[in-house]
């Protein structure tokens, strides 16, 4: 009998792509073959970046499903929510054409596929791109909506008290669920509802980084009034950079190895992450008024896919006076090579869980900036529980002047609150390293997960 493959199914977006890419990778290692199913999103934004990983990952086999229609009127959120529903005909015409399946692996946004799992009898896995703490709201959300009536935006700064954190507060919620009755929200519920029926999870963290949201969700304090499955803590997963022997490296690499060591700040905010012009001129100011030195991903605020001019987006005359100390690179930096430099000396980031992944394991300090989406979250649970980031004052503001951007990198680069941070994430590198190596808590997580898996072959 022909041995299966795992089947994974990642949500839309570039931030669910990348880390099933990455988990792929670690399967194929472990002797067990992959298929990476993609939902096509109308407008094909993402083609470049799926030609691109294609050519480079070659073991790892892609299927493109054919694109189906999508509500004019449907936000990216809703896309990424309602994608998978739309896409069950045409999922379940892939998976009859293939032999043997021994799993699927679903990003946690598409939970509609349990169903089909199900019908199939192919066991369903959930894979988490984001922390231990996110499962755990996620989890509990559920219990928490029927508990009372009142929408998050009404609760404002009280703290939700939710298994697993004690700091996040209903403010930090995502946008998207701050009122009860918003069609997004209730796609939140009704994806999160469904998360207790998968036969387990899969999350890009690691035990001992996240400790209190692990035992919460082990001891089902989650779910209190139904089981929860498994919980498979597989991290830290990040790319090992894009960068292969014989290409020509990226400039901004080349510019890093003039620098000093640890004496660059990074800023940069993820691949969907961008600011007005106004922003984007505070932020120059107070970089320039900063006097550190500075490597700077800058996208076009009307348009984040076309290449900026900066010419048009910065203060006039800003790239000439910080020639000498500072480099802005056009809309995309390579973020995993950018962190592991030695001259990166501290990083501003947007708080996506992957670029909080990639700094803790180049042992860089942080500054948050969250955005969108979850990140408000991570700031405080970074900031305020496990306290190994700093975060810019105002971030919330419809404006951060160019005096907080000064204060915070100077502090980044300066204080001795800053030095701390640096001695404890790199403590926090060399757990996550452990964790990953033979014998440590993530390598046995896996190890348990693949044998399980293999072992239902023989079944």
Known sequence: MEEGKVV???????????????????FI??????????????????????????SS????????????????????????LTASRLQH??????LATLSSVRAIVLDFFCTDVIAVANQLQIPVYIFFPSPAVGVSTALYYPTFYSSTTISLKDMRDDPLNFPGSLTILASDMPDTMLERDSSTNQNFLYHFKRLQTADGMLVNTFEWFETKAVNAIKDGLCVPDGSTPPIYCIGPIV????????QERHACLTWLDKQPKQSVVFLCFGSLGSFSLEQLKEIAIGLENSSH???????????????????????????????????????????????????????????G????????????????????????????????ELKVAGSIEGYGNELVHANAVDTKICWLMESNDAKELRNRIAVVKD??????MEGGSSWQAFWDLTSSLKQNDTN
């Open 239 to 246: 790319s090992k950079g894009s960068c292969k022997e014989g």
């Open 57 to 80: 990952n070659p073991s790892i086999s892609f299927h493109v499903l054919p694109p189906v229609p999508i509500p004019s009127n449907f936000s990216f959120v809703d896309i990424m």
């Open 431 to 436: 757990k996550a390293r452990d964790a990953v």
């Open 293 to 351: 030195r500075f490597l700077w991903a800058v996208r076009d605020p009307t348009n984040i896919f076309e290449e900026p001019n900066l010419d048009l987006l910065l203060p006039k005359g800003f790239l000439d006076r910080t020639k000498d100390r500072g480099l802005v690179v056009k809309s995309w930096a390579p973020q995993v090579e950018v962190l592991q430099h030695d001259a990166i000396g501290g990083f501003v980031t947007h708080c």
């Open 89 to 94: 005909p045409n999922l379940v015409s892939f």
């Open 29 to 54: 290692r472990n002797g067990i073959s992959v298929t990476i199913v993609m939902i096509d999103k109308p407008d094909k934004t993402g083609s470049d970046l799926l030609a691109s990983i294609s």
């Open 353 to 384: 869980w992957n670029s909080i992944l990639e700094a803790i394991t180049a042992g860089v300090p942080m500054v948050c900036w969250p955005l969108y989406a979850e990140q408000r979250m991570n700031r405080r649970y970074l900031v305020e």
């Open 8 to 26: 994974l199914y990642p949500g839309v977006g570039v931030g669910h792509l990348v880390p099933m890419v990455e988990l792929a990778k670690l």
